[in-house]
């Protein structure tokens, strides 16, 4: 009996070393799918950011202009704004016109979207009344995006 036993522990020697290693496996690639998941949601999450903040510059800078409506069309006539250019400092006092409306616009694109982006508020059709703000900007992934905002003032 003596020699089946020990015949019995040679045979089995090992094999949880084995097991250890292909739970470790497993493991591996388990950790591997959460990171990339992570990551891939920071990156959705990074996309959605600058959706919203494109959506608080668009509306910004319809409100100035509704608050300034009858110089509502001097305000197309700027060319559009590429972020990180120079401009003219902002002045947030109430009302200073259209020349500091655009300058603090400009501030606002400069801390919010990447360098490059590009703003620009057009008339599609003249004398409509109807006015389009155009965002541009390229993201980590270089793709290009245009959003494009109509409004009546």
């Known amino acids: 009996m003596r020699k089946q036993r020990a015949i019995k522990i040679s045979v089995n020697r090992g094999f949880n070393l084995i097991e250890i290693l292909v739970t470790m496996l497993i493991m591996a690639v388990g950790l591997m799918g959460i990171a990339a998941l992570q990551f891939k949601g920071?990156?959705?999450?990074?996309?959605?950011?600058?959706r919203s903040q494109?959506?608080?510059?668009a509306y910004d800078i319809t409100d100035r202009i509704r608050l300034?409506?009858?110089?509502?069309?001097?305000?197309?006539?700027?060319?559009?704004?590429?972020?990180?250019?120079?401009?003219?400092?902002?002045?947030?006092?109430?009302?200073?016109?259209?020349?500091?409306?655009?300058?603090?616009?400009?501030?606002?694109?400069?801390?919010?979207?990447p360098?490059?982006?590009?703003?620009?508020?057009t008339e599609p059709v003249a004398s409509s009344g109807i006015y389009?703000?155009?965002?541009q900007w390229t993201d980590r992934g270089?793709?290009?995006?245009?959003?494009?905002?109509s409004f009546q003032p």
């Not at 389009?132 to 965002?135: H, K, W």
């Not at 270089?142 to 905002?149: L, Q």
């Open 54 to 57: 494109i959506n608080f510059l």
């Open 132 to 135: 389009q703000v155009s965002i």
């Open 68 to 113: 300034n409506r009858a110089a509502a069309s001097t305000y197309v006539a700027e060319a559009a704004y590429t972020a990180g250019t120079a401009h003219t400092a902002c002045d947030n006092t109430l009302g200073a016109g259209k020349d500091n409306d655009m300058n603090c616009w400009y501030d606002l694109i400069d801390d919010a979207l």
């Open 42 to 50: 920071l990156q959705y999450n990074h996309d959605a950011y600058s």
């Open 142 to 149: 270089n793709s290009t995006h245009t959003i494009n905002y």
């Open 115 to 121: 360098p490059g982006a590009i703003a620009d508020i």
